[in-house]
Every structure is written in structure tokens, then in C-alpha cells.
């Protein structure tokens, strides 16, 4: 790269987080283009003309303008530098045959979230396509930023992350990778592997087992509110009993011990840690007052069963830890949809990870392939 050169940034999606992403990463200064598939070209018919995302922050308003706006991939990635991928979990498959196409050496992609496992899938499909070795590739625990479009030109920002995770796969590539992630975003951490950020993806217990749980309230109902509404004494019970399950993976790992409710303290979504889980997600402000699905085919369901709590069972699976909530979680959740999520969802074989020991797994997450 020419020394003085503004880096270019290729934000993937059209959504909140992509219009939130694309627009705080242009007012640092980087030139941003956005693109996003045919399928989704009216979500950018709205800036198409003046290039200009509004962000409302803290009650003022700031005007980002992007370098370029196209549905044409191999335009926008023939320029890029870094292509982050703002996109839900159950497009990543599809996206990373189609983006491979156009990477070129010394690009990085970062998956901006992971979801759970997101980096090792998009890292098998570059893998077993030869591509494996030309780009770098990474994942952030979470989107920065808690945040909705509120017109179609403008996002709202609620939260800004006091600590978001971030590793390259595989993580001796953090070195090179991390200084370069970390400049996108305030408050990034170095994790000490892609899983450590996977494993602490909150939506794989806030999102899906509220929803299974209040599936009769939550179906049809308008004045639903995930939180307010699900989050009682007893489903905090049975969170806690989840959320050691997914702890024991990451212990299994070497990973910081984290709760689920730490976690959400520390990036800022609860005040401060209470006594119990559910003191602590009903001392949320925002998680409170926060809308919620008024229909079970949501990806709430749809997406952090398949994409988010799997791939935590196909890991532990593979670690020889018992985990009978988190699978009757999937069997249950796969029964109310009527979707085989056992085999729809992000699985062992599609994490490349299969048939690996424990010693395996932690020398993959290291070296790669």
C-alpha cells in the first residue's frame, strides 16, 4: 500500500449494523464502499445519490460520506483493503463463495460479528478452494455498536461496546492482523483465539432459549418485549444452567471464565453485575425498553439457534462435554420451526473441525490449516 494513501474499506451488507459500520468507519477517516447483492439494492437506493449516511449519537447528528455504493462485488472488492462483513450469520456460507472470487493477496476480511464459529467457516471455504493462504482473516466477538436504522438514510446509535473481543484464525496471525482490526473500532481486546470470541457471543443464550421459552407469548403478539417480558426469575435459572455448559467449553479451551452476565457488563449493555443474572439483564435500560419479535420465524429463532447455540453444542461435542440443555435446546427449537437445525446449521464438519481431539482443536485455532 502507498504510504499517505487513505485505506479503502469494503463494508458487506446493507442492513442496521452495515449502515452503522460503514458510516462510523468513514467518519475515521477510511474510504468506505458499501455493497451489497441485487436482492437488497433498495436498501441502498436511498444514498445512492448523496453517498451520506446520518449517524445520531448522544443526541447530535453527524453526516458520513462513503466513497462508493455499488452492487457490483468485484468493484468493490477489487479496490479494498479490508472487507468487513456486516451480514446475518445464515448468509455467510453463500457470501463466502461469492466474495472469494475477487479477494487478492494481502487483503484482510473481518467478519464484524462472527457469530459462533462465523471465521472457521469462512476459513474451510477458503481453505478447500485454495484460496487459504492470500487473504487474512478475523472475527469480532460482536457489532460494535447497538444500533437501528431509523430512516433510510440514518442510523441511531444506543450503545458503543466498552469491550469488544477480536482474534485472527489462526491466531498466529494476531500480530500482524490484530493492529489492523483494532483500528477500525474503539475498545477492541485481543481474544486468544477466534473461539474465545465465538463462545462469548451473547446471543447464543439471550436471544433463542428466551424465544423458546415464550413461544406462546411471544407469537403474534404486537407488544411483546424479549427482555421485560421473558427474562423472569425461573428463565435466568435456566440460563445460568445453559451458560455453565458453554463456560465448560471455553474452560476446556483455556479461555477466561465469563459469565454471561459479566460479559454483558463489561460491554456495556448492563449498568453493573447484581446479585443474580436476572437482576442484571433487568437493570438494562436499553434491553428493557427494547422491542421485541411478535413472530416466532425471527432471527432470534432462525439464526442464533442454527448459527449461534449449534455450533457451541458441535464444539463441546468434539471436546467430550456433556451438554444436555444446549441440545435440547436445538432438538426442541428444531421441533417448534419444523427445521432440521442438526444438519441446517453451522456444524462440525462446516467449522472443519470434525474428528479433531482436543489437542487438535487448540493447535487448529493457533496455526490454521
Known sequence: MVEGKKQKVCVIGSGNGAFTVAAKVALRGYEVILWDCEEFEDNLQAILESKTIIVEENGDCKQAYLYKITCNLEEALNEADIVLVVIPSFAFETTAHKIMRYMHEGQYIFLCAGSTGGALQFAKIFHDAGMGSKVKLGEYCTLPYGCKKVAPNKVRIATILKENLFSAFPAKDNPEVFPVAATLFDNVLQANDVMECSLNNGNILSHGPIMLLNAAH????????????????????????????????????????????????????????????????????????????????????????????????????????????????????????????????????????????????????????
Open 218 to 369: 411471544t407469537d403474534g403478539n404486537p407488544n411483546n418485549y424479549h427482555y421485560r417480558d421473558g427474562i423472569t426469575p425461573a428463565t435466568a435459572r435456566l440460563l445460568d444452567k445453559m451458560d455453565e455448559e458453554r463456560m465448560a467449553v471455553g474452560d476446556a479451551l483455556g479461555h477466561p471464565h465469563v459469565t454471561l452476565a459479566q460479559s454483558y457488563v463489561r460491554k456495556g449493555y448492563c449498568p453493573k453485575l447484581e446479585n443474580t443474572t436476572y437482576e442484571t439483564l433487568r437493570g438494562s435500560r436499553d434491553f428493557m425498553q427494547s422491542a421485541g419479535p411478535t413472530s416466532l420465524n425471527h432471527r432470534y429463532m432462525t439464526e442464533d439457534i442454527p448459527f449461534s447455540a449449534l455450533p457451541v453444542v458441535a464444539l463441546g461435542r468434539q471436546l467430550g462435554i456433556s451438554m444436555p440443555l444446549m441440545e435440547a435446546l436445538i432438538t426442541l427449537a428444531s421441533g417448534l420451526m419444523d427445521m432440521d437445525y442438526w444438519h441446517l446449521g453451522r456444524t462440525a464438519e462446516k467449522l472443519g473441525i470434525a474428528g479433531k481431539s482436543k489437542e487438535e482443536i487448540e493447535k487448529f485455532l493457533q496455526l490454521g490449516y
